[in-house]
Every structure is written in structure tokens, then in C-alpha cells.
Nanobody
Framework: QVQLVESGGGLVQAGGSLRLSCAASGRTFSNYAMGWFRQAPGKEREFVSSISAWSGGVTYYADSVRSRFTISRDNAKKVVYLQMNTLKPEDTGVYYC?????????????????WGQGTQVTVSS
């Protein structure tokens, strides 16, 4: 079992930055690939970024966030981060952290086993 708790969301002006954190419980955090998804009001949950297990050597990004967002992990602290720069109003939504028991990073919502409760990100224009 893995429990995930996101933090770091908030209200920011367009062009600003936020860093989301996802703290995980459990002894085998390093074995899980991790992902970030988001859901805007009235829209389906969408993939944002993911990172492979262990060293996190493989990462994926949605086209809409590539070059602006950076995912990373600290296995000793059992935390995965999402650094978000140059934020846009269309980045607004609830951001969810997810854990995949398979090692490889995935962009597919259905492949993740555990989810956090989400943290709200609001970008004003």
C-alpha cells in the first residue's frame, strides 16, 4: 500500500512558478514509477508528467507543459516534485500525484495503482 499526499498548490499569476510535492508512505517508494495528472473543471483528468522508478532516469511530459515543468524524485525523502514555471491560465486545475507499481514511467491514467487527493492550482491572467 502506498498513500500519497500532495502539497504546494495555490493561486499564482500567469508567468509565475509553483513547486508541487507529493509525499509517499510505504517502504518501497523507490520501486514505483510516479506521475502527475491534472483535471480542470468540466474536463477529464489528463497526463502531465511521469518519472520512472529508482533513479528516475526516464521522464515524460505532456506537450503542453514540456520545457516549462520539471518532474523529479527524492527516494530518501519519499517525495516526488513537479516544478512548474511560466504558468499559464490553462494550467489551472486540481493536480494529482499517482504511483505505478511497475517500474517504467507511464502516461496512461489506467496504469496507476495509487492516487493522492489532489492539490488545487489556480493561475490568474
Amino acid at each position: 500500500q502506498v498513500q500519497l499526499v500532495e502539497s504546494g498548490g495555490g493561486l499564482v499569476q500567469a508567468g509565475g512558478s509553483l513547486r508541487l510535492s507529493c509525499a509517499a508512505s510505504g517502504r518501497t517508494f523507490s520501486n514505483y514509477a510516479m506521475g502527475w495528472f491534472r483535471q480542470a473543471p468540466g474536463k477529464e483528468r489528463e497526463f502531465v508528467s511521469s518519472i520512472s522508478a529508482w533513479s528516475g532516469g526516464v521522464t515524460y511530459y505532456a506537450d503542453s507543459v514540456r520545457s516549462r515543468f520539471t518532474i523529479s524524485r527524492d527516494n530518501a525523502k519519499k517525495v516526488v516534485y513537479l516544478q512548474m514555471n511560466t504558468l499559464k491560465p490553462e494550467d489551472t486545475g486540481v493536480y494529482y500525484c499517482a504511483a505505478d507499481s511497475r517500474a517504467r514511467a507511464s502516461i496512461r491514467y489506467s496504469e496507476y495503482d495509487y492516487w493522492g487527493q489532489g492539490t488545487q492550482v489556480t493561475v490568474s491572467s
